[in-house]
């Protein structure tokens, strides 16, 4: 009740990448995939946006479902969406702790701390991934625990659920690509303790439902739009940009990431070797500077913690 409150008193506008991916899923809901061949904006060298940021993809395809259904006149629809999906994580989390503690008094300290976590109402006025995914992957998880818990001969049938959701998770926000790591880590360990080694199959599963319904959609876009998105900005970019200063704070975005892959006339493989370079240059810092590297991160750690999504 709150969630919603707080958004129709709002009613928050999307801005910066939110408002950029919100109505690229308004204009493909409307057949216009224009956003696909050029972004008409200096900062990003007219190039489009999509071409250096193709996991955004998994986001505009959630938020093009809604606005098909609903209509493209308001992104109100996918804040209401955000409220669902906070409830839906306060649930889950409810259902995760009395499961695995079993206990009254805990599942009623996990109530009441969550309903003192006003910082997440506040945040689903961000038209963005972020509450979607993780709640997805938060309902992804009470399915791994209850198959590990299960003693029902059918009880693989509950991994097509967690697999699902880790899907739709790291469709609407590719961050949460860690949360299936942790959830394989955990199956992994469960194997080998329990000795059950068919249920590796079970791990593999996961995973390529997971990671494949993410590029199914890039590649359902690019056939769309007739247009070839290329990989995209990647990870070692990324690892190059966390590792440098920032206006920010030590290691938060600086388009480092985004000017050297321009740079690199979008070639992934010429960007990271820009990266890698730079990376083995900042290496080289820190060994040299000690101090400075103990400021740098210590920073970077402390900033990370206080950020409140």
Do not use: H
């Not at 899923?25 to 050029?38: D, L, W």
């Not at 493209?72 to 503690?101: E, G, H, P």
Request: proline share 2%; net charge positive.
């Amino acid at each position: 009740t709150l969630g919603f409150i707080w958004i129709f008193m709002v009613e928050s506008i999307p801005a910066a990448d939110s408002g950029t991916v919100t109505q690229t899923a308004m204009e493909v809901a409307k057949g216009n995939y224009n956003s696909f061949i050029t972004s008409n904006n200096e900062f990003y060298n007219n190039v489009s946006y999509y071409q250096l940021y193709p996991f955004q993809l998994g986001y505009v395809f959630i938020c093009e479902i809604f606005y098909r259904i609903f209509g493209t006149d308001s992104s109100m629809i996918m804040q209401v969406v955000n409220v669902l999906a906070l409830t839906a994580l306060y649930m889950a989390i409810i259902k995760i702790s009395k499961m695995i503690f079993n206990s009254k008094a805990v599942t009623f300290i996990t109530i009441f701390m969550l309903a003192g976590c006003v910082q997440a109402i506040f945040f689903t006025t961000f038209v963005y991934g972020n509450l979607i995914g993780i709640a997805s992957a938060m309902w992804g998880c009470y399915f791994i625990i209850k198959f590990m818990q299960s003693e029902k001969k059918n009880r693989y049938l509950l991994f097509i659920p967690a697999s699902l959701l880790m899907a739709l998770s790291i469709i609407a926000k590719y961050n949460n690509m860690i949360w299936l790591v942790a959830v394989c880590i955990g199956l992994i360990i469960y194997v080998i303790r329990s000795k059950k080694w068919l249920y590796l199959v079970s791990v593999a599963f996961v995973c390529l439902i997971a990671v494949g319904s993410f590029n199914l959609i890039i590649y359902s876009y690019e056939s769309r739009s007739g247009v070839k998105l290329g990989d995209g900005v990647s990870q070692t970019l990324y690892l190059d940009a966390g590792l440098n200063e920032s206006g920010m704070a030590p290691g938060w975005y600086n388009d480092l990431s985004k000017s050297n892959y321009l740079t690199a006339n979008c070639n992934t493989e010429e960007a990271n070797k820009i990266a890698k370079e730079d990376i083995e240059l900042r290496k080289a810092k820190f060994k040299s500077d000690p101090a400075y590297t103990r400021d740098f991160f210590s920073k970077k750690v402390l900033s990370q913690w206080n950020e409140p999504s």
